[in-house]
């Protein structure tokens, strides 16, 4: 019997591309937190292996993650529909369809945070860098990515 594996698409509408079946890899009590947030991974769908790009949408009241920073990788967002506002360890910013925002590893701690009462659709493009760390300065959470995805325990090294 062979294994007989789908040709990868050359093209497709974003929006069509299935949700992730798992909202979050967070443990609890953060998991719920992200019960609004739906991403698409596009960048998988097309065997990219260097970086990855997610549709995200948020509903009203969704994060698009915890208050974070990364070690190693880079976080890039694309806002295409709503108004998300911008959450940083420094300040907020209120962004808006067609605005960016960057974040270099080991740079400020970033979330976006749906404060409206429509949808929040963005895109996020980072980079897989091995090794990489990510940290939370609110919350008592640390991760680390191994070979088989994000390990997360807590600040003093206790699991979950």
């Known amino acids: 019997m062979t294994d007989i594996t789908p040709p990868r698409p050359i093209a497709i509408l974003a929006s069509s ?3 992730r079946t798992k909202p ?3 443990p609890e009590p953060f998991f719920s937190r992200m019960a609004k947030r739906e991403k ?3 960048g998988d769908l097309f065997g990219l ?3 990855g790009v997610n549709l995200t949408r948020l509903a009203p009241g969704g994060e698009s993650a915890l208050l974070h920073r990364h070690s190693k990788q880079d976080e890039f967002v694309y806002v295409l ?6 959450v940083t360890d420094q300040t907020e910013v209120q962004l808006s369809p067609g605005m960016c925002a960057g974040f270099p ?3 400020i701690a970033h979330q976006l945070v749906n404060r409206t009462d429509r949808d929040v659709v963005y895109l996020e493009i980072g980079d897989r860098t091995a090794g990489d760390e ?5 919350d ?4 680390a990515l191994g070979p088989d995805g994000w390990a997360f325990t807590h600040k003093d090294g206790t699991a979950y």
Do not use: C, I, M, W
Not at 140 to 143: E, H, I, M, R, T
């Open 49 to 51: 292996k260097n970086f």
């Open 105 to 107: 590893a080991q740079g």
């Open 81 to 86: 529909e709503g108004e998300p506002t911008l």
């Open 40 to 42: 698409r991974p596009l």
């Open 140 to 143: 008592d959470l640390k991760a």
């Open 134 to 138: 990510g940290s939370y300065p609110v």
């Open 17 to 19: 591309a299935p949700p």
């Open 24 to 26: 979050s890899n967070y």
